[in-house]
């Protein structure tokens, strides 16, 4: 059974920084695509980055494009996203997730596996 854990997230204020991190559980993480998505309340869940199986390309969110950077280190089964100059619209419960297709398949339904998500304020 897969099992993502994140971390990280928190209470900051705008203009501000925080690294996301996220713990994945199996033998076969660095043959997955690995993507970060986020929901604020009453929003639907968006993609916001993703990373593919040797971190050698990776795909943003025109929101977040220059100012979050989505990274992995497969000998850990670590997938984290640094999150720089953050705005209050980037409030949202971050969530790391596997894919089961290709890398610039930015569907939610794309992703099977999904962590329980981290909460992320961006106060003004």
């Known amino acids: 059974q897969v099992q993502l854990v994140e971390s990280g997230g928190g209470l900051v204020q705008a203009g501000g920084s925080l690294r996301l991190s996220c713990l994945a559980s199996g033998r076969t993480f660095s043959s997955y695509v690995m993507g970060w998505f986020r929901q604020a309340p009453g929003k639907e869940r968006e993609f916001v980055a993703a990373?593919?199986?040797?971190?050698?390309?990776?795909y943003y969110a025109d929101s977040v494009k220059g100012r979050f950077t989505i990274s992995r280190e497969n000998a850990k089964n670590m997938v984290y996203l640094q999150m720089n100059s953050l705005k209050p619209e980037d409030t949202a419960v971050y969530y790391c997730?596997?894919?089961?297709?290709?890398?610039?398949?930015?569907?939610?339904?794309?992703?099977?596996?999904w962590g329980q998500g981290t909460q992320v304020t961006v106060s003004s």
């Open positions: 990373v593919t199986w040797s971190g050698g390309n990776t």
């Open positions: 997730a596997r894919s089961t297709s290709v890398p610039d398949d930015t569907r939610p339904s794309a992703y099977h596996y």
